[in-house]
């Protein structure tokens, strides 16, 4: 799997768009990159998955750069409630022996304040 | 849908002692996952199922764990007997690989077991 760098932390003002950064610059061509968050004391929660081209869902926005080396997930409206660790994860899209396991390394802890 | 859900939410047991984990999957995935989480080794895959058929064990950490899925609604995680250095929160999550490219890895997880092991 591609290797991730995140940011440990990041704070953001309430109503203010949080940009997240994940830097994946060994990522291959079949690899996606996917977002996770997980609020404290709860399971990890999907948020969007891309391969090269912008996505957006109900939750949030993915950009990743034309090179796919980096990606930037970022919620629009930032609530106390998006408090949480965020994830960014390369991973193949295919199945296949060992395609399942999802490495969670340390991701960004966003602190959304009021 | 109610999500994935999970039984119990905590268990607190003795040093020796069965402990018997639940999971009833989103209905209509067909794959499930079994994880745990501490905080020294982050979140771990255990096993997973496709179709109720164990596919990938190799992250059962030794014998005392084992694993079933004897119908599309119901998986069970079982440790005997349990150890102090087994508690941690067990995660089950589910996932319908089928559909949009990629969402192979959309996996979606229930409330977690947190087990305390004296």
């Known amino acids: 799997d591609a290797k991730t760098t995140q940011p440990t932390s990041m704070d953001c003002a309430e109503g203010r768009a949080a940009n997240l950064p994940c830097n994946h610059s060994t990522i291959s061509g079949n690899e996606y990159v996917y977002w996770y968050r997980q609020i404290h004391s709860q399971g990890p929660q999907y948020i969007i998955h891309g391969l090269k081209n912008n996505e957006t869902n109900e939750m949030a926005s993915l950009i990743i750069t034309e090179d796919r080396k980096s990606s930037t997930l970022i919620l629009p409206h930032a609530t106390l409630r998006d408090t949480a660790v965020y994830y960014c994860?390369?991973?193949?899209?295919?199945?296949?022996?060992?395609?399942?396991?999802?490495?969670f390394g340390k991701g960004t802890k966003l602190s959304v304040i009021p | 849908d109610a999500g994935v859900i999970q039984s119990p939410r905590h268990e607190v047991t003795e040093m020796g002692q069965e402990v018997t984990l639940r999971c009833k999957p989103i209905?209509?995935?067909?794959?499930l996952f079994w994880y745990r989480q501490t905080m020294m080794r982050g979140l771990e895959l255990l096993i997973y199922?496709?179709?109720?058929?164990?596919?990938?064990d190799s992250g059962m950490p030794e014998d005392r764990f084992s694993a079933k899925m004897p119908n599309a609604s119901f998986s069970t995680l079982k440790i005997q007997p349990s150890e102090p250095r087994d508690s941690a929160v067990y995660f089950c999550?589910?996932?319908?690989?089928?559909?949009?490219?990629?969402?192979?890895?959309?996996?979606?997880f229930g409330p977690g077991t947190r087990l305390t092991v004296l």
């Open positions: 994860i390369v991973r193949v899209g295919i199945s296949g022996a060992g395609s399942y396991q999802l490495t």
């Open positions: 199922f496709n179709n109720n058929v164990p596919i990938d």
């Open positions: 209905s209509g995935h067909d794959y």
């Open positions: 999550a589910s996932s319908l690989v089928q559909g949009r490219a990629g969402n192979l890895n959309e996996q979606f």
